[in-house]
């Protein structure tokens, strides 16, 4: 069983940065894809990033690439999510996931681990 604990979240002004980190327990980090989905208050969950087990491929929906960027770092058991120039509409609890597969996905029901999730919130 792998557990994913989330960390980094806050409070910041539009156009600020935030760097969410993700820890895994386990040894097998390193053969799973990970990624990143938020749910804003009222809204469905939504896809932010994925990054493949050896992290070579990453992946983002349109509404954040070119701000978001996917990291990881295998000898540490940690995902890093960095967030820069965020808007109000970035506002959400942010959550991790791990895939016991080598490529990322960008569906929920892809995932077999979820950690509880971060609340980030940004103000105008």
């Known amino acids: 069983q792998v557990q994913l604990v989330e960390s980094g979240g806050g409070s910041v002004q539009a156009g600020g940065s935030l760097r969410l980190s993700c820890a895994a327990s386990?040894?097998?980090?390193?053969?799973?894809?990970m990624g990143w989905f938020r749910q804003a208050p009222g809204k469905e969950r939504e896809f932010v990033a994925t990054i493949s087990a050896s992290g070579g491929s990453t992946y983002y929906p349109d509404s954040v690439k070119g701000r978001f960027t996917i990291s990881r770092d295998n000898a540490r058991n940690t995902v890093y999510l960095q967030m820069n120039s965020l808007t109000p509409e970035d506002t959400a609890v942010y959550y991790c996931a791990g895939r016991r597969r080598d490529s990322g996905s960008i569906s929920e029901s892809g995932y077999d681990y979820w950690g509880q999730g971060t609340q980030v919130t940004v103000s105008s």
């Open positions: 386990g040894r097998t980090f390193s053969t799973y894809a």
